[in-house]
RNA sequence: GGCCCGGUCGCCUAGUGGUCCAGGGCGCUUCCCUUUCAAGGAAGAGGUCAGGGGUUCGAAUCCCCUCCGGGCUACCA
């Protein structure tokens, strides 16, 4: 059992693709299967520098891992198709020995006009075959001198059929397909040509890729017939859509794994969140690990229509997997959302309070930032609840300091009775009085709990946070 | 326009002829818990299973038509 995943380097690594692709990596890993990693780069103008690095990065950082690729090597290198180029040339030619293709010397001029014409026609635009009764003699020699491409001689009847693994039956008359390009003027194969060739020649028992290949799949078959290749089993998989039921794409925000990775999601949680999209285990569990998956996940399960990416749901499902991290897993994986200066000690103490209370990796930073600057700016209102005035509220902040100052250990479980006490005494609710403590102490109304909040701040800190406040309000400070 | 693929609550989906006056999750509403916010618990709103015809004792499930959506229609993948 071979798999592969072969993604074009024309930008980021795509939140559509790694879906497809971890679809693939389960076929292959339930199975004890091999995965290939194939880089289609035959289009020379849609590169984009460092995509082959983004590709690598995005993959690791999922824990998507494979046996043959580019930099690792494998019997049938090299696996990235702009190196392999004589080998589809040769191809070529072979079709073109068989019948099975054919010389076309069309400029792109002639073709635009052709197009135009057929459009202005309201008729179907596609070519019109004018190369392809060139004698093959005489083709032949003008190749060698004139600029050309191939192109597949399609036949004019027959049906052309898979039974594809989501969608079942699939079939296509070759009169409705087009004499593709199959290699182009500069030499390179077109996608049509390079796919065939190399899932044929590295071995590739099962195709699996997005449903927007469904409509090359009759060229393929006429490609895999001429060269006499058994055609593998397919599986077209349907597309991650976006709000607009449209594909996903750039249009719809960034969709690039990277993005997704500074925002702070977990990648257990975004492959947890997209195997859902377009494959249900039909059971009601939906917390799956990458083993889980590889265990339950099933070829048969796939749906056979679209699912538009929810960040809701994203979002949820990140949540779910922030708060099954161990503290000390919580911690490591902040390290790269919160500042390098701030003290890991307290990081690590203020984490299980913090735990639950975030969507994402990002969220910690504005929880916390109390614990590490004396910068924590807030207005004076803010510290006076409803039922108060700022008179009140500094005798409280006052009686506050008293009760908090000879406790010992400063400790949640020994803050908490004498401040509760100090509420009943002062006629506040409880809500109120750690409402305005909480704004002394971290200058924001919502945080992780005030007794903890206070046992991580430390008593001299705190104290001094609740004097400030109490200044702020008898107008010492402004 | 042509070819192909789809169409179950706002969203992800379960469902493969009866146990479905359609189940779960996200989101939303209300309540409980509660030092805030979350998390957790409970309850609830939300679907004429795209529409119309069949087949059948019986259809979300099978067939046909229509409508709607999407993909492809490049010397792009």
């Given at each position: 059992m071979r798999l592969r995943f072969a993604p074009s380097p024309t930008g980021a690594l795509h939140i559509g693709s790694v879906r497809t692709t971890i679809y693939n990596y389960l076929f292959a890993r339930q199975r004890d299967g091999a995965l290939i990693l194939r880089i289609e780069d035959t289009d020379q103008d849609r590169l984009v520098a460092g995509a082959i690095d983004s590709i690598y990065d995005g993959l690791h950082w999922l824990g998507i891992t494979w046996n043959e690729g580019p930099q690792e090597g494998g019997p049938h290198a090299p696996y990235v198709q702009s190196e392999r180029l004589p080998l589809y040339q040769r191809h070529a030619q072979e079709l073109i020995d068989k019948g099975a293709a054919y010389y076309c010397f069309c400029s792109k001029e002639r073709l635009a006009a052709l197009r135009a014409e057929q459009e202005a026609r309201h008729e179907l635009t596609r070519y019109d075959r004018h190369c392809r009764n060139i004698p093959p003699d005489e083709a032949a020699e003008r190749a060698k001198t004139e600029p050309h491409v191939i192109r597949l001689k399609v036949p004019d009847e027959g049906t052309l059929a898979i039974e594809d693994l989501v969608h079942g039956h699939i079939e296509w008359q070759a009169s409705t397909i087009e004499d593709q390009v199959i290699l182009k003027s500069d030499g390179f194969p077109t996608y049509h040509l390079a796919v065939v060739i190399d899932?044929?020649?590295?071995?590739?028992?099962?195709?699996?890729?997005?449903?927007?290949?469904?409509?090359?799949?009759?060229?393929?078959?006429?490609?895999?017939?001429?060269?006499?290749?058994?055609?593998p089993p397919m599986a077209h998989v349907p597309s991650v859509l976006g709000p607009d039921g449209k594909k996903l794409s750039k249009r719809h925000g960034s969709t690039a794994v990277s993005q997704f990775r500074d925002d702070g999601y977990l990648p257990e949680a975004?492959?947890?969140?997209?195997?859902?999209?377009?494959?249900?285990p039909g059971t009601e569990d939906e917390i799956f690990s990458m083993d889980d998956l590889i265990r339950v996940w099933k070829i048969e399960q796939v749906q056979?229509?679209?699912?538009?990416?929810?960040?809701?749901r994203l979002d949820y499902f990140n949540g779910v997997w922030i708060r099954k991290l161990s503290v000390d897993e919580l911690v490591r994986r902040l390290e790269p959302f919160v500042p390098a200066e701030w003290d890991r000690e307290v990081l690590r103490k203020i984490a299980p309070h913090i735990q639950e209370r975030m969507k994402t990796l990002k969220d910690a930073q504005d929880q916390i930032r109390f614990l590490f600057t004396d910068d924590?700016?807030?207005d004076r209102s803010a510290l006076i609840p409803k039922k108060s005035n700022a008179m009140t509220t500094t005798e409280a902040l006052a009686r506050a300091r008293a009760v908090l100052s000879p406790l010992e250990p400063f400790i949640a479980t020994v803050i908490e009775p004498p401040l509760v006490s100090l509420a009943?005494?002062?006629?506040?609710?409880?809500?109120?009085?750690?409402?305005?403590?909480r704004m002394a102490i971290t200058g924001r109304q919502v945080g992780p709990p005030l007794y903890q909040s206070l046992e991580v701040l430390g008593k001299e800190k705190s104290l001094?946070?609740?004097?400030?406040?109490?200044d702020m309000l008898a107008g010492v400070r402004a």
């Open positions: 899932d044929h020649e590295m071995g590739i028992t099962h195709i699996m890729r997005g449903e927007e290949w469904m409509a090359s799949v009759p060229k393929h078959l006429l490609i895999y017939r001429a060269f006499g290749w058994d055609v975004l492959i947890n969140y997209l195997a859902l999209i377009g494959w249900s056979s229509a679209g699912g538009k990416w929810d960040k809701d924590i700016g807030y009943a005494e002062l006629n506040w609710s409880k809500k109120d009085l750690a409402g305005t403590i001094r946070r609740i004097e400030a406040a109490q």
